[in-house]
């Protein structure tokens, strides 16, 4: 636990995030729990990021995921909305009043998920704060180094089944 808290600690001094009060974070992640766990699973590992990158490819949707996983989430917004100040307010929007025009995600998710339901017209602006500073502050995945990551694990998973052939 405390080393858990040492983590989060060095993220938020990371990400400039000394003005974060740690109970608006833990309430963000209580409603992140409540709220959006039931189809954003917290975190994907490059491994499941490929194994979904792979199905969407060949054209089936990922198995096992019924929305892209917060981790990616984040690190999808900050390309767009780096700032804390723009991340929180286009992800308050966002969930209040989804669309694909005004999304950031890849093409792919909204073929194979769709548009996320308006989960945030039911929350206070106090609780859509709070998920959306969690989001911001818990994940320091970087969109550009994530992608690349994984494109470059598949190229050793197709290099290895090409050589096992």
């Not at 991340?87 to 999304?103: L, M």
Request: glycine share 6%; aromatic share 12%; net charge positive.
């Amino acid at each position: 636990m405390l080393v858990l808290l040492m983590v989060l600690l060095a993220s938020l001094v990371a990400f400039g995030g000394d003005k974060v009060d740690p109970k608006v974070l833990e309430r963000g992640y209580s409603i992140y729990k409540e709220t959006c766990s039931m189809c954003h699973k917290e975190r994907a590992t490059l491994w499941e990021f490929l194994k979904a990158r792979m199905s969407v490819l060949s054209g089936h949707r990922p198995e096992n995921i019924d929305a892209p996983p917060m981790n990616l989430v984040s690190a999808r917004v900050k390309e767009f909305y780096p700032t804390e100040l723009e991340f929180v307010e286009f992800v308050k929007d966002y969930i209040t009043n989804p669309s694909r025009s005004k999304g950031v995600c890849k093409p792919a998710a909204y073929t194979f998920f769709g548009t996320m339901p308006p989960i945030g017209q039911g929350m206070s602006d106090e609780d859509k704060e709070a998920v959306a500073k969690w989001l911001y502050y818990n994940y320091s995945d970087i969109w550009h180094d994530v992608f690349r990551r994984v494109k470059e694990l598949q190229k050793k998973v197709e290099s290895k089944k090409g050589s096992s052939s």
